[in-house]
């Protein structure tokens, strides 16, 4: 369904993020502030398109719940939240983004954009789901697995329902071998796109 290029090696899990299930926490709970953030962004920019105006909405009160939800799992082991930290992941495939160009154009990127994002969350939530040593994480990360590929489905389907001009499958095409030359940088940190 996700489509992605490359995926995640499983020795991720066992090598890097159950040494420090601290640093994954914190990590994955800016991400949820971040998706939260963009959701809003999302209504900022577009006022008048209704639909993703509601949807929006939805989404950033989903976001914050589960920031809300890591962040329980984080005072519940004894962990602080910490610094927010920067995603370079997101912050390189946002290179591949549309500059200048039509409104259009840029509305289907940035959906886009979402929509990749989403995707590799949901992959490395799978993962994560399949692979920790941690009874408890194992069944959250497998949760929001499935709330990830929603939000992933949600994109793309906006992105197609508002693209005139711009053939969805061909850029999301486009993204997606993007993603693959990124994501090959990662896979080494204990952060959700690390």
Avoid at 5 to 17: A, E, M
Avoid at 66 to 74: D, L, N, P, T
Avoid at 167 to 194: C, M, P, S
Wanted: hydrophobic letters at 45%.
């Amino acid at each position: 369904m996700l489509k992605l290029q490359l995926p995640t090696d499983p020795l991720w899990v066992k090598n890097v993020v159950e040494s420090n299930i601290e640093e994954l926490l914190t990590d994955h709970a800016y991400c949820e502030q971040k998706a939260a953030t963009n959701a809003i962004t999302l209504i900022i920019q577009n006022p008048n398109l209704s639909d993703i105006v509601q949807e929006m909405v939805a989404l950033a009160q989903e976001e914050l719940e589960h920031f809300k939800m890591v962040h329980a799992i984080m005072l519940k082991r004894g962990f602080t939240l910490g610094k927010e930290r920067r995603d370079n992941y997101v912050n390189e495939l946002r290179r591949f983004m549309i500059v200048g160009g039509g409104r259009e154009a840029q509305l289907i990127d940035r959906l886009l954009l979402s929509a990749m994002i989403e995707a590799r969350s949901c992959e490395r939530f799978k993962v994560l789901s399949e692979n920790i040593n941690d009874a408890e994480l194992a069944e959250f990360y497998h949760e929001l697995m499935i709330s990830e590929a929603t939000h992933y489905a949600m994109f793309i389907r906006l992105a197609k329902k508002h693209a005139v001009e711009v053939d969805v499958d061909a850029r999301w095409k486009e993204f997606l071998e993007f993603e693959a030359q990124v994501i090959q940088n990662y896979g080494k940190g204990e952060t959700i796109h690390g």
